[in-house]
């Protein structure tokens, strides 16, 4: 089966590249990056000389070439939807990893991305891609948006909870992220010397991500929940670290909370619980989630963690998992390396 990425020059994208190149069905045919179009890709990002010489050897062109069976799109929000709608006519099945698909109501994404939607026709059509929560909805999708990094951690660390009807709706998402979530583009809170050595919030009035985690949430739980979720940025390049609080809508103790995460996690290819909080560490490079819930000193409140690598689990890994859902594959196909470590 052969894919397309748009703009594969960015980290979601070249992180695409780097895991089909192992993947068993799906080859990677056509790539575009328009500001290096014309290039070989392995000339933008000479390791895949060493890595995948197949891959670097395709040539950047501003448009998708050739017969396509799943189309990637790595563009930014407003911007990925148009790109997408030739093959979305053309019944291409198309993950997009922007923000075009992820919220089901297009007032909500104007309000918070300040820009109306480009195709707001297509969101009744499209399907939140976390695929431990909407497996089946995805396999009989052709639109899927990828999930945000942030909703990513902070859903997982929570679904179970919700599902078990243990906590009320109102919880705190506290996360922490390394700066290649916010892409290659340069600004200035990127820069080494304003990152490095310091970790800061962002966007406590308000973050983009709080209305997936919104949206979703109240989903799973039949209702409105509440979410305040507050963003960190930490000076490592890969990882998320989300930490989740609510109140317990009943008694729970530690054993009871740890065999709910357990069974929701057991059934899962790429969900694993601990038995201590998890660490970014854990789980680098690779498509994996570590969750960890307890129950604090007071026997009230729930605190959940999750921790994923946000270039993989949080943009292309999920991205691999939703088209092999899709394309009727083995889901774990071309997901199966294992975390780095140290």
């Keep these: 089966m052969n894919a397309g990425i748009i703009n594969a020059t960015s980290y979601f994208g070249i992180e695409l590249v780097r895991l089909l190149a192992n993947h068993p069905e799906l080859n990677v045919t056509s790539v575009t990056g328009r500001s290096q ?9 000479p390791h895949l000389r060493a890595t995948d010489p197949a891959a670097a050897g395709l040539v950047l062109t501003p448009e998708l070439e050739g017969s396509l069976d799943i189309v990637f799109s790595c563009l930014p929000h407003a911007v990925s939807a148009p790109a997408l709608l030739p093959f979305i006519e053309a019944g291409v099945p198309v993950v997009d990893v922007s923000a075009d698909f992820r919220l089901n ?4 994404f104007e309000r918070w991305y300040e820009v109306q939607h480009p ?7 499209a399907v939140y891609g976390l695929t ?12 899927v948006g990828n999930p945000g990094c942030y909703p990513t951690a902070a859903i997982l660390a929570l679904a179970p909870a919700i599902r078990a009807g243990i906590i009320e709706p109102d919880v705190i998402v506290d996360a922490k992220s390394g700066v290649s979530g916010s892409g290659r583009s340069l600004k200035l809170d990127n820069h080494y010397s304003e990152v490095n050595e310091s970790v800061h919030a962002y966007s406590v009035g308000g973050h983009r991500h709080g209305a997936e985690m919104t949206q979703e949430l109240s989903l799973l739980a039949g209702g409105p929940v509440a979410v305040n979720f507050v963003p960190h940025l930490v000076p490592m ?5 989300a930490t989740c609080y609510a109140t317990l809508s009943r008694s729970v103790d530690g054993d009871e909370i740890a065999s709910i995460y357990r069974d929701f996690c057991e059934e899962e290819p790429f969900l694993f619980f601990t038995d201590t909080p998890p660490r970014t560490k854990w789980v680098a490079g690779s498509n994996h989630c570590a969750i960890y819930a307890t129950v604090d000193q007071t026997g009230w409140r729930l605190m959940a963690f999750a921790v994923i690598d946000n270039l993989v689990k949080g943009a292309a890994g999920q991205a691999v998992q939703n088209a092999n859902v899709m394309l009727g594959l083995d889901e774990t196909a071309g997901l199966k390396a294992a975390p780095l470590f140290p």
């Design 105 to 108: 109501d297009a007032a909500e």
């Design 132 to 143: 431990e929560i909407h497996r089946e909805a995805i396999r009989k999708a052709t639109i």
């Design 119 to 125: 195709a707001p026709v297509l969101l009744g059509k």
């Design 237 to 241: 390049t890969r990882g998320i670290l």
């Design 37 to 45: 179009a014309g290039k070989e890709l392995g000339e933008v990002f």
